[in-house]
């Protein structure tokens, strides 16, 4: 987090100093010697009582004379959310390296199994045939869209905003802000308070549920189809691992309910970033706790989450006899449909032939 307000800071000092804002000798002593010490800021801010104050003046002490000029005419909010939006693209960029893995392992696996019949179930029951690798590529198809919808929430918040207290650039020029969101490859705030509004990092929020949503339901898959009652798939166990403390003949299904587990908190970190966009007025603070939370661990828990699911469908195992004996246990009512169509196709009636085939 510092590093990005350092970089802020830099590009903020660059920008001034070719608009004539500030000396150029003091973009580039900045430039040159900005630095910070964790440990120094938290000293400082035990007496400021402000995190970002305690993070200039530990820059401004490495800078010398010039440090004067650092953060000039910016208020905290300026760095703090530009800052924000460097951190969102960069762990953005490595949830979509993973979605991108985990589709590729989807697909591959899906064609894999493209002709391993398996029975279909509605409502949990028997219900026509499919195959196992068409299974796969439902998810696959899931996981392509949360991709895109990750892009998407990702592009709407590469956005900075330096516009000052309240958005009205009062000690600070729109060719600053311009000229810092170049720099940094970010777009200017349309129409900003003093923070850049949060229906922007809501809608990233959501979009990391939307992926823990598509994990949830792949992994509830799996767990069911690992039941000893349907014994049909079962994730990789190594050699030494153990299921049970005390029953040895135990392979449970740990990677997908812990996949689930995780989506749970992904979906509340979601309604957490919902309350956040109506702060008071021109903005408050109390958005500042719960995002100093979710953030960071919603990146974290989604890239574990879908590291995790790769590693199961790579070592996934099927059982193709399995299905197949789970298959006779309806004694050929997956094909009712087509017995249904046939005797309708021979002058049945629907109705009649419908009653016919139901007391088989």
């Not at 010490?37 to 004379?65: C, L, M, P, Q, W």
């Not at 650092?70 to 490595?94: K, P, W, Y």
């Not at 949830?95 to 409502?123: I, N």
């Not at 995790?308 to 197949?324: A, D, H, V």
Request: with cysteine.
């Amino acid at each position: 987090r510092f590093r990005k307000m350092l970089d802020v800071e830099i590009a903020v000092a660059q920008t001034q100093a070719e608009l004539g804002i500030i000396p150029a000798q003091a973009a580039k002593e900045i430039a040159k010697k900005g630095t910070f010490e964790v440990e120094r800021i938290n000293e400082i801010e035990k007496t400021t009582r402000h995190d970002v104050i305690a993070f200039v003046s530990n820059v401004a002490e490495h800078v010398g004379k010039y440090g004067r000029y650092i953060h000039f005419g910016l208020t905290s909010s300026d760095v703090l959310d530009t800052a924000m939006s460097l951190i969102v693209r960069d762990g953005g960029t490595i949830l979509l390296e993973g979605l991108t893995q985990l589709e590729l392992t989807l697909k591959r696996r899906s064609v894999e199994f493209a002709e391993v019949l398996t029975a279909g179930r509605t409502h949990g029951m028997h219900a026509e045939p499919t195959s196992f690798g068409m299974k796969l590529a439902g998810f696959w198809a899931e996981t392509t869209r949360n991709r895109e919808r990750l892009v998407r929430a990702l592009v709407q918040m590469e956005i900075g905003k330096l516009s000052g207290a309240v958005g009205t650039y009062s000690t600070q020029t729109f060719e600053v802000e311009a000229g810092v969101c170049r720099r940094l490859k970010l777009r200017p705030e349309r129409l900003a308070t003093q923070v850049i509004p949060r229906d922007r990092h809501a809608e990233v929020m959501w979009a990391i549920s939307m992926v823990g949503a598509g994990l949830e339901r792949l992994s509830i898959e799996m767990r069911h189809l690992q039941r000893s009652e349907v014994g049909e798939v079962v994730e990789g166990f190594a050699k030494g691992q153990k299921g049970s403390s005390a029953m040895p003949h135990k392979k449970n299904p740990i990677s997908a309910e812990n996949i689930t587990g995780c989506a749970r908190l992904l979906r509340s970190y979601s309604h957490a970033a919902m309350e956040d966009i109506a702060l008071w007025h021109e903005r408050d603070i109390s958005h500042s706790s719960v995002e100093r939370v979710i953030f960071p661990d919603a990146f974290i828990l989604a890239d574990y989450a879908i590291d995790r699911m790769n590693r199961l469908i790579e070592g996934l195992e099927i059982n193709e006899e399995r299905m197949r004996s789970n298959m006779d246990l309806s004694q050929g009512q997956l094909f009712s449909s087509h017995l249904l169509l046939a005797l309708v196709d021979k002058g049945l009636s629907r109705e009649d032939a419908y009653a016919h085939v139901q007391r088989l």
